[in-house]
């Protein structure tokens, strides 16, 4: 698998896109600037300190019209060109904004709704049929080529919704509602991860996006609408009793069984998600067994507890929630 | 009044009167209770370079904890304590506080008066900012650093996210600062306005004191907002009301725009008087006059203006209106031309003078380049679009700091090198202070110039580790290594100066042959000023002035007093007596920190502390027993 991919300057749709042609204009447009004043001054002070050396100091109260108002020429033709490249930039700038805002009339667009929490991101893909709606947790899975409409809101504090190959960042406030749309033309994964200060874990709040082609987008969805999967054996189902009888389920939702708590991610495929606790640690057997056990050692703050289980009920609950895929 | 004389008069030598009417006494209480600007300006001055010191050293734990992937030298319970302590101490703390304590102490001197305006106001400005500094240190060695960031975006930084008393300190640490601020723009402003020496109409006024009058005007409008906001955010977590609170029909990004309406004019209040240094140095190490002398204090006033409309750029990500964003970006675009004016303006001043290159000529130069990148960084984040993208990256950590360490504290730095002489009567080493520069320069740009990449990267602001597989490890190793050069730059520069205190080469009244009002007078100045009050009749008087430049007679020698002259001409007007050494202002900030402080505990610390400030300023403004002469007037 490659790294996924996360650059400014690397975009994978129309709105990264649209936004490093206009950083090309502006970055050429400053490089231009700043060579041409800093040798206007460059020049200036070479002459003046030469001339210190060779004549020693003049006269400070010594003027020369002439000169004076050659010199407040040019200083008006600076100001001049200053105001006609600051006028090109403002125009560069809004049509760039309203290409942006080019997608926000697409009527196809998927939409999906996502929550910042302290410290992960709550994902989830409405339906008219509120029992077909999916919830996952930190991975954004959307569809190559078709735009998506992010509705962005937030359950504490406030965060911010940035994956930089993708598009710029956007706040999620809580009590309000912010809209971000997005389309990637390129599969393939992005990352990305929160950017407003959100306290202790701001930075292990990382937030993936994967673009697949639409039919295996459209099967990773149905597959996500599905109840968990009934546990496969003794073990695993020991495993199911396990964690309904924990304090597991106050926080932590799997859909087709009693548990239902809403603070926590919901886990009903949760062996389908690539990372652990918002990209903090990969999803494997011996992660998820550090991380249950002790998360304060992986992530210092989040809000899930330390959960002590007796070894043999711990391997029947990994056994168990390896199978939620 | 007749206030200007002929020299010929042969004053009579009130060399001793004066020094008895404006000497302070020795003693605790004489250092306790001076009023005096210039012991005012000093102590500004050195507490704000403390903190200085101190948020440098900030800065440099977190460049440790950020120099490889997943280091653990400070968790992120302490890491977000650091860099809001960093933020706070940089922007409340040292910044505004140093460029108005060299306001406070140049000011007077080169307006050619004796003293500010309201000189106990000024002495509890700086016990107020004393004790407001102290006490968020305090808090930080106590494990009560606030931790929500320099902004203190609520509601994390509100009574349910920001639990403890941390985010108390802050927003009281705020109101200590703000108030000290507001002490000394009013301070400032009628000085400037109502103390200038006779001729110094507002169009022969320095440009230091140009920038510092803007300035002040400036911090009358911003404070007011944070002021506002600081106290909302306390009475949220302390007495529960709901300003902020979403649920509650508050709103979250109130906090912002009135956070945001100060803050964004404070970048301006921190840099505007750095632009007064720049002029101020350019002149006499240029040897010429300053090039478009109208549009220099014209684009100072503009800025000021533009300054208060361009808050927004920091809320571009926020979600509000378009067009209203738009709106914005012009503004911010606007504010370039005033600023990129005066640079052409100073370009043209070098280009008719003649270069000396020392150390506060080549702080200037290292200013004139860092400046201008910061300036079109500045332009880039103007654009909503791409402010999308790096805004709270490390790509706005490089603009923020080449604005401030390059747009301000390059000229600071400066400052310090060409005032040095003035202030303790001793040069600095010129070869360590073109070192120091040297270090500085070359540290800043390799602290900083990766942090623009790194931004571009993907890399958010105040994280406190990242993982391996991001790739920002070599970038932040190399800003790390420069932020230790950075900081070797800076410490050559302390030690210059404490080994100049006592053992530098003696200055003299003026060691760079400079144009002011300050130089005319002995290095460091007698207690009060000038013997003879000078007068004015030009804009660089200490070059101009011919032998028999009248000098203002009539102000009493004895007691100390002022000399008042109209707002726009400086004509002498009437004379106004100051008060002497007291201790009331000292009493007044004890009994304001008493409140402030207490109130993060209980509510009855307002009714209580105010109780005691109103003794306090009973005490202050007890009308002063008559002098003995009046006395025995008023005898029968």
């Known amino acids: ?325 | 009044m007749s206030a200007a004389v002929e020299r010929e008069l042969e004053l009579p030598d009130l060399t001793a009167e004066l020094a008895c009417a404006w000497t302070r006494p020795r003693g605790l209480r004489g250092w306790l209770g001076d009023v005096d600007h210039k012991a005012i300006g000093r102590r500004y001055i050195a507490t704000a370079f403390g903190f200085f010191l101190l948020g440098g050293v900030l800065a440099l734990i977190m460049r440790l904890q950020l120099a490889a992937p997943n280091r653990e030298l400070v968790g992120p319970d302490r890491y977000d304590q650091i860099f809001t302590t960093h933020g706070s101490t940089m922007m409340f703390l040292f910044a505004v506080p140093v460029m108005q304590g060299f306001g406070v102490y140049l000011v007077p001197l080169m307006l050619g008066t004796r003293n500010v305006a309201f000189p106990r106001l000024n002495a509890y400005g700086y016990w107020v900012y004393l004790i407001g500094g102290v006490f968020l240190w305090v808090g930080l060695l106590t494990d009560t650093g606030p931790d929500a960031g320099w902004f203190a975006y609520v509601p994390l930084a509100g009574p349910e996210y920001g639990t403890g008393k941390r985010m108390d300190v802050w927003a009281q640490m705020i109101t200590f600062t703000e108030l000290s601020a507001l002490a000394v723009a009013v301070n400032l402003i009628v000085t400037t306005l109502k103390h200038r020496a006779p001729g110094m109409a507002l169009h022969r006024m320095p440009m230091f004191v140009w920038a510092t009058l803007v300035t002040s005007v400036m911090v009358v409008f911003a404070m007011p907002a944070v002021m506002l906001s600081s106290g909302q955010l306390a009475s949220d977590r302390l007495i529960a009301t709901h300003f902020f609170n979403a649920a509650e029909g508050g709103d979250p990004l109130l906090w912002q725009h009135l956070f945001w309406y100060f803050a964004h004019p404070e970048v301006y209040i921190i840099f505007l008087p750095a632009l007064g240094f720049v002029s101020s140095i350019l002149a006499p190490f240029a040897r010429t006059q300053l090039v478009g002398y109208t549009a220099l204090v014209l684009a100072t006033v503009a800025t000021a203006f533009i300054g208060f409309g361009v808050w927004v750029h920091h809320m571009f990500a926020t979600g509000l209106p378009q067009l209203g964003q738009s709106f914005f970006t012009a503004a911010s675009l606007l504010i370039v031309i005033p600023t990129g004016v005066q640079m052409f303006l100073w370009i043209a001043t070098v280009w008719r003078g003649r270069v000396r290159l020392a150390t506060p000529m080549l702080y200037v130069v290292a200013f004139f380049v860092t400046f201008l990148i910061g300036g079109l960084t500045g332009v880039m984040i103007a654009s909503v679009p791409l402010d999308l993208q790096v805004h709270d990256t490390f790509f706005i950590v490089a603009h923020l700091h080449y604005v401030l360490i390059g747009g301000a504290v390059f000229p600071l730095l400066g400052a310090v090198y060409y005032w040095f002489p003035k202030l303790t009567g001793r040069m600095l080493d010129e070869r360590a202070g073109k070192l120091s520069c040297a270090l500085v320069f070359a540290g800043f740009h390799l602290t900083f110039f990766p942090m623009h990449q790194l931004g571009l990267d993907g890399m958010p602001r105040r994280v406190y580790t990242y993982d391996e597989a991001t790739g920002w490890g070599p970038l932040n190793l190399v800003a790390t290594v420069g932020a230790v050069v950075l900081g070797l730059g800076v410490a050559l520069t302390l030690v210059n100066a404490v080994v100049a205190w006592r053992r530098g080469a003696i200055a003299g009244p003026d060691p760079w042959r400079a144009d002011g009002l300050e130089w005319t007078t002995s290095s460091p100045p007698p207690a009060y000023n000038f013997r003879d009050l000078p007068t004015v009749c030009d804009r660089y008087p200490a070059w101009t002035s011919p032998p028999d430049q009248p000098v203002v007679y009539g102000v009493r020698a004895d007691r100390p007093e002022l000399l008042v002259t109209t707002l726009v001409d400086a004509a002498p007007d009437h004379r106004t007596e100051l008060a002497n050494v007291t201790l009331a202002p000292l009493g007044a900030a004890l009994a304001t920190g008493v409140t402030f402080i207490g109130s993060i505990f209980t509510p009855w610390a307002v009714p209580i502390g105010g109780a005691l400030i109103v003794i306090a300023l009973v005490v202050w403004f007890w009308p002063r027993p008559p002098y003995r002469e009046e006395r025995l007037e008023a005898a029968p």
């Not at chain 1, 997608?103 to 709704?113: K, N, T």
């Not at chain 1, 190959?165 to 393939?188: A, F, Q, V, Y």
């Not at chain 1, 494997?284 to 989040?302: E, F, H, R, Y």
């Open chain 1, 1 to 325: 698998m490659t790294a996924p991919r996360v650059s400014v300057l690397d975009p994978a749709g129309p709105q990264a896109a649209t936004i490093v042609g206009l950083w090309d204009v502006f970055l050429w447009i400053s490089i231009a600037v700043f060579v041409l004043v800093v040798a206007c001054f460059a020049v200036a002070t070479i002459r003046a300190v030469r001339e210190q050396r060779r004549d020693g100091d003049g006269d400070p109260l010594a003027t020369d019209p002439a000169s004076d108002r050659r010199m407040i020429r040019g200083v008006a033709a600076a100001g001049i060109v200053t105001v006609g490249t600051l006028l090109a930039l403002l125009v560069a700038s809004i049509r760039s904004g309203r290409a942006l805002a080019a997608l926000e009339d697409d009527a196809g667009a998927l939409h999906v709704r996502v929550t910042g929490r302290q410290w992960w991101w709550q994902i989830e893909y409405e339906h008219d049929d509120p029992g077909q709606s999916a919830t996952t947790a930190n991975e954004l899975h959307v569809p190559v080529g078709r735009t998506v409409h992010l509705e962005l809101t937030s359950a504490d504090v406030i965060h911010s919704f940035w994956v930089p190959s993708i598009h710029g960042k956007k706040d999620l406030i809580p009590g309000r509602i912010n809209r971000t749309w997005i389309r990637i033309d390129e599969p393939g994964e992005y990352a990305g991860q929160c950017a407003e200060f959100c306290g202790l874990e701001h930075a292990r709040m990382a937030i993936a996006i994967h673009a697949d082609p639409p039919d295996v987008f459209a099967a990773w969805l149905a597959h996500q609408r599905e109840p968990a999967a009934s546990p496969r054996d003794a073990e695993a189902a020991r495993g199911l009793a396990v964690f309904t009888g924990s304090p597991c389920v106050l926080c932590h939702a799997i859909a087709g069984t009693t548990a239902g708590g809403r603070l926590g991610p919901d886990l009903t495929h949760a062996a389908s998600r690539g990372t652990l606790a918002a990209g903090a640690l990969p999803n494997t057997i011996g992660n998820l067994a550090g991380w249950i056990l002790d998360p304060q050692s992986v992530k210092p703050g989040a809000h899930m507890p330390a959960t002590s289980l007796a070894p043999a009920d711990l391997h029947a609950l990994l056994a168990y929630l390896e199978g939620l895929r």
